[in-house]
């Protein structure tokens, strides 16, 4: 089953356009700890608006019902100016503390990654009012060099003023964060071996191109009503492309309890911007899946978009299901966009599952809800999509 569209056609020159993204956490809890995600978060993602921003502010930011962090300020947002054009992220605390074992105070660290006249660079850097270890403050860190290492007893250690920039062939993304703890040994603060970034941020900029491009690919996702029961397997994204490469991501079998059964599975991206074309293509593999007594078999789909220079732009996508099974009984695998097959009593399932956007398409091989488990299965999951 595929689908295809042309979504433009222009004989004039499209003007290029740059990509913007960043984010900045007040913490981020980097290992361990599945339930503490980034909090005090302002964030924005492949646009080219480069007057877009976020804010947010908290009284305390809290890891492990600690209060880490207090009086926590994040902004992100992207720039065109006479220095150049870009993305900047930063973040603020008035004091992070771990009872008596460390007290910063007066805490700003900030990221910016620029494109100016044809080059781009990146700066980063953290701050600090007063550093106090234990009993014992240290003026010497409060400019600390980029990447400081202290020991921090009764912790671990932390590291202060962590940054660093990756440049590529479509951009470069940098980052900055004012500390991150590294709990080494037992603690009332933090369980042992979780790392936890504090004021955390990154600012990334694109160079000119026709467009960005955008997507995802996953094998699978199960939810229950409105509560994700389990999250993409295999997931890849994308904003700036592969620069041409295809990176393939798989895991093994899996088993989501109470819910199905996942043989292997594995996703590829590949794409590219510039200043001729811009290009994506996703696709999701699944061997098969069981869910209660129906077995599906082997699952593909794809999606791609592209577009060029002279205002040309395309969709398509496409997706494959070898069988399905009830028991002993085989079940046709309808055609076309959107159809659906209702098993009594077992599940309904919709092919083909199409969605359509300016420039953008995104399609699920299958989509099975299961009756008895009130639960939503999508199966072979790819989108691509050009912004631009």
């Known amino acids: 089953m595929a689908s295809t569209i042309a979504l433009t056609s222009g004989s004039a020159s499209a003007s290029p356009v740059f990509g913007y993204s960043g984010y900045s956490y007040g913490t981020d809890v980097q290992s361990g700890l599945a339930n503490s995600g980034p909090q005090v978060v302002s964030k924005f993602g492949c646009t080219t608006d480069a007057t877009k921003s976020d804010k947010n ?47 910063l105070t007066g805490v700003k660290t900030t990221t910016t990654a620029k494109y100016s006249k044809g080059q781009l660079s990146y700066t980063g850097s953290t701050t600090f009012a007063g550093v106090q270890i234990g009993a014992i403050s240290v003026p010497s860190l409060l400019n600390p060099k980029p990447n400081t290492k202290v020991a921090v007893p009764g912790l671990g250690y932390i590291v202060l003023n962590r940054v660093g920039g990756v440049k590529t062939a479509s951009g470069i993304y940098s980052y900055a964060q004012a500390v991150v703890l590294h709990a080494t040994v037992k603690n009332q603060y933090i369980p042992q071996g979780v790392d936890v970034a504090v004021l955390k941020t990154r600012a990334e900029i694109s160079k000119p191109a026709t467009a960005l491009v955008i997507g995802d690919a996953y094998g699978t996702k199960a939810q229950a009503d409105k509560l994700v029961v389990s999250g993409p397997t295999s997931l890849q994204t994308t904003c700036q492309g592969t620069e041409g490469k295809t990176v393939k991501v798989a895991v093994g079998e899996l088993n989501i309890p109470k819910v199905a059964y996942v043989g292997g599975v594995y996703t590829t991206k590949n794409g590219a911007i510039g200043t001729d074309k811009s290009y994506i293509n996703f696709t999701s593999h699944v061997a098969g899946v069981k869910v209660g007594n129906l077995s599906i078999g082997a699952v593909e789909s794809s999606a791609s978009a592209w577009k060029t220079k002279d205002g040309k732009a395309g969709v398509s996508s496409s997706s494959s299901i070898a069988s399905i099974k009830v028991g002993n009984k085989t079940y046709p695998v309808k055609t076309g966009e959107n159809q659906t097959l209702e098993i009594p009593g077992v599940a309904k399932l919709t092919f083909n599952q199409v969605m359509r956007q300016k420039r953008y398409i995104s399609v699920n091989a299958l989509v099975v809800d299961v009756y008895s488990l009130n639960t939503k299965v999508i199966v072979g999951h790819s989108a691509a999509g050009v912004v631009g």
């Open 57 to 103: 502010d908290l009284a305390t930011a809290n890891v492990n019902d600690q209060a880490i962090a207090r009086t926590v300020k994040t902004d992100t947002h992207a720039f065109n100016n006479k220095s150049g054009t870009g993305v900047t992220s930063t973040a603020t605390a008035a004091d992070i503390k771990l009872g008596t074992l460390l007290r």
